[in-house]
């Protein structure tokens, strides 16, 4: 498991100690979601993944490839507990999106949007007075490509005039925060590709 690797090799190299934790998805490439924690940091840690058997309705097969883990745990501040929640993501890239597969790439983002969003409705009517972050690779812009927000599907700001695929997005009524947001706008990405500074998509709640 290449987390633990990691895990090892910043030991290795004199870093702190980390916890490696992984679940094996439904991605043929091997590639899946994990986290990697400092457990003198952390307390109660429970981790879970969530639609590894959800399916795409489009052609029946699995929604998630990378199915999104969940970690729920308290944090150690000063010795002060605060619960949390958090969810990671690694959803369907835009690959395809125009090409001869469009139908299906476009309607698999806009399923697995609305699959997130009923995870952290999920997690919030469970927990509903604790933090909760979905981080990871969104594959996606803060703003609608055109063809399905994601993130909007995701947050409940997604317009369907905006969107060449949209269904009524399930936060509408209170959408959630996009944390790039409360940054200064020189500030408001995570890394530079081909001389672009973009943005690796981070909600909050």
């Keep these: 498991r290449r987390v633990s690797d990691v895990a090892t090799a910043i030991s290795n190299a004199g870093g702190p100690s980390y916890t490696a934790a992984l679940?094996?998805?439904?991605?043929?490439?091997?590639?899946?979601?994990?986290?990697?924690?400092?457990?003198?940091?952390?307390s109660n840690v429970s981790i879970t993944q969530l639609g590894a058997g959800e399916l795409h309705t489009y052609d029946n097969t699995l929604l998630h490839?990378?199915?999104?883990?969940?970690?729920?745990?308290?944090?150690?501040?000063?010795?002060?507990?605060?619960?949390?929640?958090?969810?990671?993501?690694?959803?369907?890239?835009?690959?395809?999106?125009n090409g001869s597969e469009a139908d299906r790439v476009r309607n698999?983002?806009?399923?697995?949007?609305?699959?997130?969003?009923?995870?952290?409705?999920?997690?919030?009517?469970s927990d509903p007075n604790d933090s909760l972050y979905v981080i990871g690779d969104f594959n996606a812009f803060q703003f609608t490509d055109g063809y399905v927000d994601?993130?909007?599907?995701?947050?409940?700001?997604?317009?369907?005039?905006?969107?060449l695929v949209w269904t009524a997005p399930?936060?509408?009524?209170?959408?959630?925060?996009?944390?790039?947001?409360?940054?200064a706008v020189?500030?408001?990405?995570?890394?530079?590709f081909g001389g672009s500074a973009q943005v690796f998509k981070e909600e909050k709640k």
């Design 23 to 42: 679940e094996e998805g439904n991605d043929q490439g091997g590639i899946d979601v994990g986290y990697l924690y400092q457990a003198n940091y952390l």
């Design 65 to 97: 490839d990378r199915p999104p883990l969940h970690l729920s745990a308290d944090v150690n501040v000063g010795g002060t507990l605060f619960p949390v929640n958090v969810l990671a993501v690694h959803m369907r890239s835009r690959g395809g999106i």
């Design 108 to 125: 698999k983002r806009l399923e697995q949007a609305n699959s997130v969003a009923a995870m952290i409705d999920g997690i919030l009517t």
């Design 150 to 163: 994601v993130i909007g599907q995701i947050t409940g700001t997604a317009v369907e005039a905006d969107n």
């Design 170 to 183: 399930l936060f509408a009524a209170n959408p959630l925060t996009q944390a790039v947001q409360t940054l």
């Design 186 to 192: 020189e500030d408001q990405y995570s890394y530079v």
